[in-house]
T-cell receptor
Framework: EPEVTQTPSHQVTQMGQEVILRCVPI?????FYWYRQILGQKVEFLVS????????KSEIFDDQFSVERPDGSNFTLKIRSTKLEDSAMYFC??????????????FGEGSRLTVL | GEDVEQSLFLSVREGDSSVINCTYT??????LYWYKQEPGAGLQLLTY?????DMKQDQRLTVLLNKKDKHLSLRIADTQTGDSAIYFC?????????FGTGTRLKVLA
């Protein structure tokens, strides 16, 4: 069964360092998303991406964040200068064209980021 | 603003029914979803309901939708210990999906 894969599963970094989280969405999907979940809290929308550009982003997704689809398969989230409060589980998700079928979001297993 | 609200915790005995409630804000959402998150894992779709439906049944799961009150519920019949997880409702916007706060279901043996 096709799945969304994320790497790394866990990354520990020092405050101020750059971090890149990687995702391989399901191959025929067109829409890509990043969400984050701070421990025990809600799943928060960060950004959606379609046709090589950002469709929508939240207030959390400030200038320190960027996304890229560098090739035909990877979808990356970069945090330029990490802060302590960036510590969270980051989930990548993908969907077919949302207007088609049920628009189900398929999630990866997540990348846990710990900022020290 | 956009907000999807759920109660945080629910505890039931094995074999009983569980009812998890959710209120959402966007009346234009075409689909509403229930996702399940097991410890240390991502979210997996449990079931969904199209906005022109009042009810959907899927084996042990029953989804009820009250569009007037923007209220969604998930009933799990004959709850099992394997149902212990966090359950998220979600509504679909134009370019994003908005998730609720999640309800942690604990099933007591």
């Amino acid at each position: 069964e096709p799945e969304v894969t994320q790497t790394p599963s866990h990354q520990v970094t020092q405050m101020g360092q750059e971090v890149i989280l990687r995702c391989v969405p399901i191959s025929n999907h067109l829409y890509f998303y990043w969400y984050r979940q701070i421990l025990g809290q809600k799943v928060e929308f960060l950004v959606s991406f379609y046709n090589n550009e950002i469709s929508e982003k939240s207030e959390i997704f400030d200038d320190q964040f960027s996304v890229e689809r560098p090739d035909g398969s990877n979808f990356t989230l970069k945090i330029r200068s990490t802060k302590l409060e960036d510590s969270a589980m980051y989930f990548c998700a993908s969907s077919e064209e949302p207007g088609q079928n049920t628009g189900e979001l398929f999630f990866g297993e997540g990348s846990r980021l710990t900022v020290l | 603003g956009e907000d999807v609200e759920q109660s945080l915790f629910l505890s039931v005995r094995e074999g009983d029914s569980s009812v998890i409630n959710c209120t959402y804000t966007d009346s234009s959402s075409t689909y509403l979803y229930w996702y399940k998150q097991e410890p240390g894992a991502g979210l997996q779709l449990l079931t969904y309901i199209f906005s022109n439906m009042d009810m959907k049944q899927d084996q042990r799961l029953t989804v009820l939708l009250n569009k007037k009150d923007k209220h969604l519920s998930l009933r799990i019949a004959d709850t099992q210990t394997g149902d212990s997880a966090i359950y998220f409702c979600a509504e679909k916007g134009t370019y994003k999906y908005i998730f609720g706060t999640g309800t942690r279901l604990k099933v007591l043996a």
